[in-house]
């Protein structure tokens, strides 16, 4: 099989390279991202796989089906980025990797929760200008306070694991609640109103876009603390800036953004930014922003690599297809 990857970076390489060259397979690596223009980059391939911010709109599911794409390998667990019913009506598979390291995403969700509740990275920043005065710095014990999981899936799951070693009280909202499982389900207005910490753990769709907004916010408790390690756009980012203008929120943990696709995993230090919305959430105190790398440990990289190239080979021998993802 002949692969196009899209939106390559080093750290891709590091792994996909030996695996792919030892399990046979003919792989090419762009740096560009999937679109309906670079689409056309694949003839001649078989298969294209791509990360969470390539297009793999209708648009560009068109161009694939005309030059001869088969598959879509998505080297993430993500699939809000394909229009799978165009891709169906191509008659072009998808297949994901549902699960490389829930236990990745759900430390780096507690990093970012510590991080903003501690100030440490206010506190970094001060240290390294000799200044040690932690005036401005104090934040919540999390013990015996109150935890508010969006999504009990495997990330949420382990979420759910590491705040109870925190000994606070979890409760949870999903729709598909986890049967057995040892947290209290309530309804989403119940965990607004209760969290002293709300931790989104959901996929983004049709449901969930905008889920955190000006009515959701204002049912928070004054003081609570965000962490958002899913999908940008399940918070409405300019009622959250509102928000965070009239000084709602204690602190806010994003890894993801909304209109993160134009600057994410780039390097823009030489460049103007020029989305006001991202410049503003820098710009709050006790707003923590990172690129997107909760995901980032050696251990997911190494399954990511492993499982999206099994998911190749099970398409390349016709085996059943566990990980074909449907609309
Ligand atoms: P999962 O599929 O195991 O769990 C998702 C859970 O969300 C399910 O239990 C589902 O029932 C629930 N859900 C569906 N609709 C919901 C709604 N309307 N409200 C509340 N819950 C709802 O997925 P997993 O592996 O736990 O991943 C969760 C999300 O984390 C992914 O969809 C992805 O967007 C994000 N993610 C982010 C990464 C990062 O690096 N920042 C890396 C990997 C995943």
């Known amino acids: 099989m002949k692969i196009m990857f899209y939106d390559t970076k080093p750290y891709d390489k590091i792994w996909f390279q030996p695996m792919g060259e030892e399990m046979g397979f003919k792989i090419k690596f762009q740096e560009v991202k999937l679109n309906e223009d670079t689409a056309v980059l694949a003839k001649n391939y078989d298969a294209v796989c791509i990360f969470v911010n390539d297009d793999a709109g209708k648009e560009t599911i068109q161009v694939l089906k005309e030059i001869g794409i088969r598959t879509i390998l998505l080297r993430c667990a993500g699939f809000n980025n394909v ?18 390291s829930p236990e990745a995403v759900a430390e780096y969700a507690m990093g970012l929760l510590l991080t903003v509740n501690r100030q440490i990275h206010r506190a970094y920043v001060r240290t390294r200008d000799f200044n040690y005065n932690i005036n401005g710095l104090m934040g919540i014990d999390l013990v015996g306070k109150t935890a508010g999981v969006i999504g009990t899936g495997k ?7 590491i705040l109870k070693g925190f000994k606070m009280n979890i409760i949870a909202y999903d729709p598909y609640p986890v049967e057995g499982l040892d947290v209290e389900y309530v309804d989403l207005d119940q965990l607004f109103e209760r969290s002293d910490v709300i931790s989104l753990h959901c996929p983004l769709t049709k449901d969930t876009k905008h889920i955190i907004n000006k009515k959701s916010i204002s ?37 993801v953004y909304e209109e993160e696709d134009a600057y994410f995993f780039e390097d823009k230090s030489n460049d103007i930014i020029t989305d006001e919305d991202l410049i ?3 710009s709050f105190r006790n707003v923590v922003l990172t690129s997107h790398q909760a995901f980032f440990t050696k251990d997911a990289m190494e399954a990511i690599a492993r499982v999206t190239l099994e998911n190749a080979k099970a398409v390349e021998d016709g085996l059943e297809l566990k990980n074909l993802v449907l609309p």
Not at 90 to 96: C, E, F, S, T
Request: aromatic share 4%.
């Open 83 to 100: 229009d799978l019913k165009a891709a169906k009506d191509a008659g072009i598979q998808v297949l994901r990797v549902p699960s490389y």
């Open 155 to 161: 990330i949420g799951q382990m979420m759910i694991d």
């Open 219 to 255: 049912k928070m408790k004054d003081g609570v603390i965000l962490v958002n390690t899913s999908r940008g756009a399940l918070i409405n980012t300019s009622d959250l800036i509102d928000a965070l203008m009239e000084r709602k929120f204690t602190g806010v943990g994003l890894d």
């Open 280 to 282: 503003r959430l820098t």
